[in-house]
């Protein structure tokens, strides 16, 4: 009696369906645990090798746990000055980037104005065109002005590349926000840069904030098109492409992994922020 | 009148920004792509088309090499990221997140630095291969760098957290109950993805080959690092013109070639899947 039973419940289409479905669904849980492992594994080795006990330049294999790279950070001073200048550029760059992209985003996302598709079309381009070809278009532009290439070329490049990511950002923020609380706070005698400072800002930060880590993020991972525009300037990335011949040192690994830990801070920090505000 | 003006006065300094340092050093790489000279002498410009049939005939190998791991690359991300980003769409539960910032993760670590840690990691004598081949599982003489595979799977590295965001997307946007509907109407799970699932994720598929296709066909970081010196892209070429040879005119006239081809391809392919506007999906 009892196996009829059984019999008649596996002959049911929905068991074997839902047995396959988890088996699927184990198989896909498996394989996105196997990408997410390939994609750290670099990650990985470039915080280890950072804690690499090797007696010269060289950092090929494993010869022991040291913390004493962590003590020499800035005993390379090349180094020192590529990661001091990524990191002013990128500070730099962030702020530009920051006010000249919430101001279109703020035109974009609030007003209907002729010139708004050529515009929209110029972002895209700027967003999407290839850096190698951005890059080759600005060295172009500087030789034909006979400008110099160094810091300050690198700066206005990166603010270049980086406005109409904030820009995108804050528009969309913009769109999500009634009009009617700006026309509000304008009736209450409000001028315009009151009500903006009182009464918009607050309400865009967020979309303002995240939108500045990207520019950050892209300004301080920036390769192709600053190696077109940087004269004989270094940055961090560049001072690695030059020093790879003679093999990278471990401070290279140290700066590599506090910028990732500093990095990961902030995204979870601005994370944590957005959630408690909502 | 000052409601009408104020848009104009907001997108003014980023729009001369972007007006003075991206479009206008576009026309002037385009003529120079046009001019003839050195840097000694100057570069005057005769419209000398020859430097684009000549960087045709010339770089063609180098050229034809960067579509063909462009694409190939392309389709290993459409591949690899489909599954991850179905299974957080539908499967993350409350830790989607979670996910998408573990597939994130990589950026938080420099480009060149990722890309040198590959090379590092598949060395001929590295510490994947060299345990592999003193077992014998592999022949001594055998090697991953300098291949045309490793400058693929490095490009496909770089490029597939930018695959997975875009079609996870509009994976999350599909709405289950369509999904039901459609086993309600007799639809094997299979046909329920393939009829109902997957067409409306295309738009995600789509901005993802936006966001790889060109960057990887014009890129030069990973077949320099990880290609050797048999596996030139035309990244490569370019960037040598301009910096080691200031050989401007042949320089931007492959410039504009390669931006050419890549718009081209995008605007068949956007036309293939039946995309009206490409900016429309791109923008949203």
């Known amino acids: ?278 | 009148m000052r409601r009408r003006l104020a848009p104009y006065a907001l997108i003014l300094p980023g729009g001369l920004w972007l007006a003075i340092f991206f479009v206008v050093p576009m026309v002037v790489m385009l003529s120079f792509s046009l001019m003839q000279g050195d840097v000694v002498n100057g570069f005057r410009l005769t419209w000398h088309w020859q430097n684009y049939s000549e960087g045709l005939s010339t770089y063609d190998s180098q050229l034809i090499r960067s579509l063909i791991y462009g694409v190939l690359a392309t389709v290993a991300c459409i591949v690899l990221a489909y599954p991850v980003a179905y299974w957080i769409a539908f499967r993350g539960g409350a830790r989607k997140t979670t996910y998408l910032f573990l597939i994130l993760l990589p950026f938080f670590v420099s480009f060149v630095l990722r890309t040198f840690s590959w090379k590092f990691l598949l060395a001929d004598d590295g510490i994947v291969l060299s345990p592999l081949k003193d077992i014998g599982l592999l022949p001594q003489d055998f090697h991953v760098i300098a291949t045309g595979f490793a400058v693929v799977a490095g490009l496909t590295y770089n490029y597939l957290p930018f695959m997975v965001l875009p079609i996870y997307v509009a994976l999350e946007r599909v709405d289950p109950k369509l999904i039901e509907a459609a086993q309600d109407l007799y639809a094997a799970p299979t046909q329920a993805f393939l009829r109902v699932v997957f067409p409306l994720s295309l738009p995600g598929v789509f901005a993802g080959v936006l966001m790889t296709f060109v960057p990887v066909s014009a890129d030069y970081v990973n077949s320099t690092v990880l290609g050797g010196t048999n596996n030139t892209m035309i990244g490569n070429i370019i960037q040598n013109l301009y910096l080691v040879n200031t050989d401007y005119p042949q320089a931007a006239a492959l410039s504009f070639t390669l931006m050419a081809i890549l718009l081209i391809g995008i605007f068949l392919y956007a036309k293939a899947l039946g995309t009206e506007d490409v900016l429309e999906v791109a923008t949203r």
């Open chain 1, 1 to 278: 009696m009892s196996a009829t039973i059984v019999d008649l419940e596996e002959t049911t289409t929905a068991k074997p369906r839902r047995a396959r479905g988890r088996w699927g669904d184990r198989l896909l849980y498996g394989y996105t645990w196997l990408i997410i492992v390939w994609l750290c594994l670099p990650i990985a080795v470039m915080i280890a090798f950072g804690f690499n006990d090797t007696k010269g330049r060289l950092n090929l294999t494993w010869q022991g746990f040291t913390f004493k790279w962590y003590a020499q950070l800035f005993s390379v001073p090349d180094l020192t000055t590529a990661l001091v200048n990524s990191l002013t550029i990128a500070l730099i760059a962030t702020l530009g980037s920051a006010v000249l992209g919430t101001l279109i985003g703020l035109a974009l996302g609030r007003y209907r104005f002729r010139g708004q598709g050529s515009l929209n079309l110029v972002q895209f381009a700027a967003i999407s065109a290839p850096e190698t070809v951005m890059g080759a278009s600005l060295l172009s532009f500087f030789v034909q002005l006979n400008v110099g290439r160094g810091y300050w070329t690198i700066v206005v490049a990166h603010i270049m590349f980086s406005l109409s990511f904030v820009a995108v950002t804050v528009r969309s923020r913009v769109l999500t926000l009634d009009p009617a609380i700006d026309e509000a706070a304008r009736d209450l005698g409000a001028g315009g840069w009151t009500a903006f400072r009182l009464v918009t800002l607050p309400m865009i930060f967020p979309a303002v904030l995240a939108g500045s880590l990207l520019a950050f993020a892209l300004s301080i991972d920036d390769f192709i098109i600053t190696s077109f525009n940087s004269g004989s300037t270094l940055t961090f990335p560049l001072w690695i492409w030059g020093a790879q011949k003679n093999g990278l040192p471990p401070q290279v690994n140290v700066m590599g992994t506090l910028i990732f830990a500093a990095g990961i801070l902030l995204a979870v920090g601005n994370a944590v922020i957005a959630r408690r505000r909502r």
